[in-house]
Every structure is written in structure tokens, then in C-alpha cells.
């Protein structure tokens, strides 16, 4: 116990002997960690969209004018069975029509049109929602091959190109944070490596002076194991309350973009994990180059 509050002893001494190199590595990895934390935060975000966006997102199958409610209801029955399905919400021809009348009160050319037809022109019509976007290329398809004779449109394929789309630009965003998030790491762990190696390069004469007096190598190489994980700690907690400031500024604004979302309540009720994540990144990163610092120039 007593050798290993030295070596704390000796690389919190060193930590602080070379200020301004620690000063640097820390400020990179927070740079790192605050990318790290930022997706993390985005994720968050971004599930709460996309979550949005499913609710309001359905696949309308269109009847035949000519086709019996009790087919219909066949449909909606095969349709609720159906695993990728999570709700079905049939809608009559004197319903659609009522709608549209409400939708248009008040539109006089409408009104005139409807009554020179004298008859419904709309179809009653099922809207599907299911559990992803992913699934409702599945749900068209099975309601298009099973039902072909009595449908006369599914509107998901018109659709279809915007919800590729608005997922396609969610993934390339966190692709991008993730390559960004790796690049800043690197760096990161580079700065971190060249601090340690000039450590050892500063401290030449008193490693040979441990050498000659007998200390065992973890006596000589712990205290830049230490000098190394201070650094990633100093920059994990303040990477935490970096964001804690930016998420409390932020929360309003987010909450009236997005009314499902509370960025505030969110990190206090899960800060814990939060302060971990940050933490153990930034510890496990500063320390790992350390460690390959030490094995490369090092040498007891």
C-alpha cells in the first residue's frame, strides 16, 4: 500500500511538473470526448425524430368503389396478424367523404362538384402504421400480393423516396460523428503519447538513479500510468459539466423544436451513466497511450 501511494504520490508530482503539456492533452481530449458525448446526446435526439416521424408516418391502401365492407374487414383481420403491424385504422367512404367536406367547408366549387356527381367519389381506405420504416416495405408488398384484385392503390411507394431519404441523411450524420469522434481520439492519444514520452525524457536522471538504487519496473513506470489516467479524469468530469451547462441552455429551445424531447431531465436522471461514459472514455484512452508510451521509451 505503501509503494502505491508513492507512485500516485509521484505521478500526480509529474502531472503538475509538466502542466502545460497535460494542460494541452486534456484540452484535446475533451475536444474528443465532447464529440463522444455529442453523439451520444444526438442519438437521443435523433430517436425522439425519428420516433416522431413513425407515429406520423402510415401506408393508405385504397379499396375498389365496388368492394364490400366485409372484404375489407378480411384485409384489416390479416393485416393486424401481421408482425411488423402495430395499428390499423379503417376509414368508410361516408367517413372519407365527411372529411372532405370538412377539409373543404366553405370551398363553393367543391360543394358544386360533389353535388352534380351525386354520389360518393372517394374509397374507403385502410392506414397502416408499423413498427419501423424499415417494415413498411414488407407491409406493402404482402398487402399488393395478397390483395391485388380488390386494392386499387397503396400509397407507399410514393412515399417511399422521402423515407430513404430522412434516413439516409440520419445515418450519414452519425457516420460522420463517428469518424470525426475517431480522428479527435487519435489525436488525442497521440498528444497524450508525446506528453508521456517527454515525461520520461525530463525525469532521464531520476529514472537512473531508481534504476541503480533497485526499484522494481512498476515502481518506475507506474507514476506515468498515474500522469496519464489524472489527465483523462480531469477531462472526463469536465467534459460532463461542459455539457450539463450546454444541455441546461439548450433544453428550452430543443423542447419547443421537439415537444417530446427534455435534454434537461434526460442527463439529470441519467447523469450517472452519463459520467461514466465520459469519465472511463477519457481514462481509457489517455491511459492506453500512456501504456504504449511507456513501452516504446521506457526502457527498465
Known amino acids: ?21 497535460s494542460s494541452a492533452t486534456i484540452a484535446v481530449l475533451v475536444l474528443s470526448l465532447s464529440v463522444a458525448t455529442g453523439i451520444l446526446l444526438l442519438s437521443v435526439v435523433a430517436q425522439a425524430v425519428v420516433a416522431e416521424l413513425e407515429s406520423k408516418v402510415d401506408v393508405s391502401v385504397y379499396f375498389k368503389p365496388d368492394i364490400e365492407e366485409q372484404k375489407i374487414t378480411e384485409v384489416r383481420t390479416s393485416l393486424t396478424e401481421f408482425p411488423a403491424v402495430l395499428e ?9 367523404l ?7 367547408a366553405g370551398n363553393q366549387a367543391i360543394e358544386q362538384a360533389l353535388g352534380e356527381l351525386g354520389e360518393n367519389p372517394l374509397e374507403a381506405s385502410l392506414a397502416i402504421r ?15 400480393n395478397r390483395f391485388s384484385q380488390i386494392i386499387d392503390n397503396v400509397n407507399y411507394r410514393e412515399n417511399a423516396p422521402i423515407i430513404a431519404k430522412l434516413f439516409a441523411v440520419t445515418n450519414a450524420l452519425r457516420v460522420a460523428g463517428l469518424i470525426l469522434g475517431a480522428a479527435l481520439f487519435a489525436i488525442a492519444g497521440l498528444i497524450a503519447h508525446n506528453t508521456i514520452r517527454l515525461a520520461i525524457f525530463s525525469m532521464r536522471e531520476e529514472i537512473s538513479l531508481m534504476r541503480l538504487v533497485g526499484a522494481s519496473n512498476w515502481f518506475i513506470r507506474g507514476p ?7 489527465g483523462g479524469l480531469i477531462a472526463g468530469v469536465a467534459t460532463f459539466f461542459i455539457f450539463f451547462g450546454l444541455v441546461y441552455l439548450g433544453a428550452a429551445p430543443i423542447a419547443k423544436f421537439l415537444p417530446g424531447v427534455d435534454m434537461l431531465v434526460y442527463y439529470k436522471t ?10 472511463g472514455l477519457g481514462i481509457l484512452a489517455s491511459t492506453l497511450s500512456s501504456y504504449v508510451a511507456i513501452r516504446r521509451y521506457l526502457k527498465v
Open 270 to 279: 441519467r447523469w450517472y451513466e452519463i459520467f461514466a461514459f465520459t469519465v
Open 130 to 144: 408499423a413498427q419501423d420504416a424499415a417494415s413498411y416495405e414488407a407491409v406493402a408488398s404482402f398487402i399488393e
Open 224 to 230: 506515468f500510468v498515474v500522469e496519464g489516467m489524472l
Open 98 to 104: 365527411e372529411k372532405f367536406k370538412a377539409r373543404h
Open 88 to 96: 390499423v385504422r379503417y376509414t368508410s367512404k361516408d367517413d372519407a
Open 1 to 21: 500500500m505503501t509503494t502505491l501511494i508513492r507512485i500516485i504520490q509521484a505521478g500526480a508530482f509529474s502531472f503538475w511538473r509538466n502542466i502545460w503539456l
